[in-house]
């Protein structure tokens, strides 16, 4: 089992910048692909990025190529530096993680068997 656990996230004015955590513990060895992904109420979950760890490939969603980018440590560190704030990008971002289970590509939510609790972005205008 891998737990997740998010952090980082705030208010910030519009075109300000800011970076979440994602810490995960328990049995890392077995993550195979780690993946941000947020929601609003009443919206469907929609994936952000995703990293896989093994060739630290990355791929960003287009609504956020060029301003968030998806990173990993040697700590099993989840990161989301994000820059160039949107409203459009207020949300609750959790991190994902795929252990086991099947592959249902990276931007779908059945891919993922770990999940964090979520924190709160919220950009102003």
């Known amino acids: 089992q891998v737990q997740l656990a998010e952090s980082g996230g705030e208010s910030v004015q519009a075109a300000g910048s800011l970076r979440l955590s994602c810490a995960a513990s328990?049995?890392?060895?077995?993550?195979?692909?780690m993946a941000w992904y947020r929601q609003t109420p009443g919206k469907e979950r929609e994936g952000v990025a995703v990293?896989?760890?093994?060739?630290?490939?990355t791929y960003h969603a287009d609504p956020v190529k060029g301003r968030f980018t998806i990173s990993r440590d040697s700590d099993n560190t989840l990161y989301l530096q994000m820059n160039n704030l949107k409203p459009e990008d207020t949300a609750m971002y959790y991190c994902?993680?795929?252990?086991?289970?099947?592959?249902?590509?990276?931007?779908?939510?059945?891919?993922?068997?770990?999940w964090g609790q979520g924190t709160q972005v919220t950009v102003l205008s």
């Open positions: 328990g049995n890392t060895g077995r993550i195979y692909a």
């Open positions: 994902a993680a795929h252990t086991s289970g099947s592959w249902f590509g990276w931007s779908d939510s059945k891919s993922y068997d770990s």
């Open positions: 990293i896989h760890p093994d060739n630290g490939g």
